[in-house]
């Protein structure tokens, strides 16, 4: 099963073009995600890495080009529809995004809101047992089962970014997007963000997707990284393949300044 | 122990570009602030020396004034009983605007308003409620329910529910709009939304706004006496057209302990919902 899984993308995004404007931020973007491996997008900023990642998540609409999950095209749908397919791809955010008055446990319990029924969901007052189960199990997960009822405002980045990606679990996500998911916390906090990913990738067959701003950590954790330059792929491969030379490439001071 | 010499730095500060027009609307800005103020005064007949000729008067008022009258059976009773009507008017009016200011404000933000019509209907009720004075509600519900407290309260209610809805309405739309993106991507409606991110993210800022119009209600009910909505209002407004106005100070002392008690209570609330 999992040999299958790995041979055929979870998600595959074709010729994806973005322009803000005349400035044309992605030309022709092709990759594709796989369960059971992270991969790393890197580039300087302004290359693309968000912009893509924002696509795919249905926060920018792209100018062209498809999105499919499970073979579907997610930019034929609309509406609810959307929304219910969508719902297997999860995000993760730089700025972490949990709402500081609800505790760790409630605010996992919500990335769950997407299954639930209208009337059920008004308050964390209805959720029920089975959910908080599975929330917990999830908090268990990230290893913040002890800070379960905790109010998020109280925890530190990276305790805070481990709730983040339980939400993600709570929401029994199969791709999971980060978008700069370590860059605002302390090395050591990043680093245990990563293992996580790293992990939730390798044991429970996830997707990984990471925009990461230092190649060193995509080095030790990612499996695959996709480098962009002004909009376009300019290396998709194996994480070895970062040779210092495309290193420069990606960060130059030209690709920042164009 | 060796004695350090310091090297004093100094460089060259560039000249603010545009200096001399900064200047310029400087002056432009004055001159027209001078001249509105001497319109105003004109037209409102601002005259101090006036005011010092007539201080006979204000003596003559005063001395009638003092000493206060403290009688208990009819005037500090009394007193006190409309004071307390005063303090339920205020209440009233503020906690049963809130379903309708809930509504609006939710559906005047443009943050969580899903839909471009909706929105400018409430913003234009919210308009609407905050344009007309509570006075002049108060004057429309005397002619439905008649002269008495309960006309100042439905009075309160609508006045309260354009300017409550209107400022977290504002709340909302300043408020980090991170988790309810969040949940969006993660699938939630706009209802779940609203429930679970946007309305917890400005829970804080409501309670204050909320005690902050309560404050504000209270006075304004004091207001509201005076044109039949019963409350010390009224009786300080009978006392003033019988000439009792010793007893119209008593009441008026009331009425400071009230507002002193209610803004210490709305302080002390404040500080602990406070995060």
């Not at chain 1, 300087?44 to 999105?67: H, I, Q, R």
Request: charged share 20%; glycine share 8%.
């Amino acid at each position: 099963m999992r040999a299958l899984d790995q041979d055929y993308p979870i998600l595959r995004v074709g010729s994806l073009a973005k322009s803000y404007g005349d400035r044309k931020v992605l030309h022709d973007v092709d990759f594709s995600l796989h369960r059971g491996e992270v991969v790393a997008f890197l580039g300087a900023n302004g290359s693309g890495k968000s912009t893509t990642l924002k696509c795919v998540m249905g926060l920018e609409t792209p100018d062209s080009g498809s999105v499919r999950l499970h073979g579907r095209d997610l930019q034929t749908l609309s509406g609810r529809s959307l929304r219910i397919a969508r719902r297997p791809i999860a995000m993760v955010f730089q700025k972490i995004h949990l709402v500081p008055r609800r505790t760790a446990l409630e605010n996992v319990c919500a990335g769950a809101l997407g299954r639930l029924s209208g009337s059920a969901s008004v308050s964390p007052l209805f959720f029920g047992r089975e959910l908080q189960e599975e929330a917990m199990a999830a908090l268990q997960r990230v290893g913040m089962a002890d800070r379960a009822h905790e109010l998020a405002g109280r925890l530190s980045g990276g305790q805070a970014q481990r709730v983040a990606v339980a939400r993600a679990l709570c929401q029994r996500a199969e791709v999971l997007l980060a978008d700069e998911p370590v860059s605002a916390l302390d090395p050591a906090a990043a680093e245990e963000v990563m293992i996580l990913l790293h992990d939730l990738a390798h044991e429970e067959n996830l997707a990984v997707a990471a925009v990461l701003h230092q190649p060193d950590l995509a080095l030790r954790y990612a499996d695959r990284a996709i480098g962009l330059l002004n909009g376009r792929i300019e290396y998709s491969g194996p994480v070895q393949g970062l040779t210092n030379g495309l290193r420069e490439r990606l960060y130059s001071a030209k690709a920042v300044a164009a | 122990m060796s004695q350090q010499t310091f090297e004093i730095r100094r460089s060259h500060v560039p000249p603010r570009p545009r200096a001399v027009s900064r200047w310029t609307t400087a002056g432009i800005s004055i001159a027209v602030l001078v001249t509105l103020h001497v319109v105003a005064l004109r037209d409102t007949g601002f005259r101090i020396s006036e005011l010092i000729a007539g201080a006979e008067g204000m003596g003559a008022f005063l001395s009638d004034a003092f000493p206060a009258d403290f009688d208990w059976d009819t005037v500090l009773a009394p007193a006190l009983a409309a004071t307390a009507t005063t303090l339920w008017i205020g209440l009233l009016g503020t906690t049963l605007s809130i379903p309708a200011a809930l509504l609006l404000a939710v559906l005047g933000s443009r943050t969580t308003s899903g839909n471009k019509v909706v929105y400018q209907l409430a913003r234009a009720l919210l308009s609407f409620f905050r344009a007309v004075p509570d006075v002049v509600f108060a004057l429309i519900f005397v002619t439905a329910v008649g002269l008495g407290p309960f006309a100042g309260v439905l009075a309160l209610i609508c006045h309260n529910t354009g300017v409550m809805g209107k400022l977290w309405a504002e709340a909302l739309e300043e408020s980090d709009q991170g988790p309810q993106q969040a949940l969006g991507t993660a699938g939630a409606t706009r209802l779940q939304q609203v429930m679970h991110a946007s309305l917890p993210m400005v829970t804080g800022s409501f309670v204050g706004l909320l005690l902050y119009r309560f404050d504000v209600n209270v006075r304004s009910s004091l207001v509201l006496g005076l044109v039949g909505a019963g409350g010390i209002g009224l009786l300080i407004n009978q006392s003033i057209k019988s000439f009792q106005f010793d007893a119209m100070v008593t009441q008026i002392l009331v009425v400071l302990v009230l507002i002193i008690l209610v803004d210490q209570l709305s302080a002390f609330i404040r500080k602990r919902v406070a995060v």
